[in-house]
């Protein structure tokens, strides 16, 4: 089943270090540092190639600037009520149609106010299966970016989530059925959009709950 994660253990941990050698020095760290440091929580890590490979894992998730190669910018380091949120693909707001790959097309500035926690993330929403449904007084409308909670667990009727079914990403209001079912279901008004029912026997993975709706905003391309 393909779920979309945000960062990977060793690269919240390599972020981790860099924000950690940043507070107690006050410029950025050295590739060698960030290893140092790195390997001081447990991980094995034998090369500085590694780093490298992390840091531009982390650059490209909107998470770290680098500049001239060497120093390390934090992205929201400059504007402290606010954060940089990457924007990972698209999911279809109708049938399952896109592959939910991780695939950084840019990133969003988001208010630090509407974040809960780092881990959230901007999907493009294609289609209309959704666009009736209103998140904090906004619709999800064809074109617009949502903010996924991949964090949140505790699914209730009418969460708005991101699923992915068959290796294939949709956004849908969820509802339990059963002990055994569940269903998304769309709220548009284009009546030929249809309710998906899923069993533990299907391959599904629920990704995380939408929480806010950016309307008309374009990201930023690195």
């Given at each position: ?38 390997n001081q929580t447990g991980l094995n890590i034998k090369s500085v190639g590694s ?164 309307k008309s905003f374009s990201p930023s391309f690195a």
């Open positions: 089943m393909t779920k979309i994660n945000l960062l990977t253990k060793k690269e919240r941990t390599v972020l981790d270090a860099i924000k950690k050698s940043m507070t107690e020095q006050g410029s950025s760290p050295s590739v060698r540092q960030i290893l140092e440091l790195v780093i490298f490979t992390y840091l531009k894992s982390l650059e490209t998730k909107g998470y770290i600037k680098r500049i001239a190669g060497k120093d390390i910018v934090l992205n929201d380091q400059h504007d402290s009520h606010f954060m940089t949120i990457p924007v990972l693909g698209t999911a279809n707001a109708g049938s399952p149609t896109f592959f939910a790959e991780e695939n950084v097309e840019g990133t969003l500035k988001v208010s630090k106010r509407l974040i809960k926690n780092d881990s959230i993330f901007a999907i493009k929403v294609s289609g209309t299966s959704m666009n009736k449904s209103m998140i904090n007084h906004k619709k999800v409308e064809n074109g617009d970016y949502v903010l996924i909670d991949p964090d949140y667990k505790q699914y209730q009727d009418n969460d708005r989530v991101l699923v992915v079914v068959d290796g294939l990403a949709t956004i849908k209001t969820f509802k339990k059925i059963d002990e055994q079912t569940i269903g998304l279901f769309p709220e548009s008004t284009d009546q030929i959009h249809q309710p998906i029912y899923l069993t533990p026997e299907d391959n599904f993975v629920m990704n995380g709950k939408i929480v806010d709706v950016f």
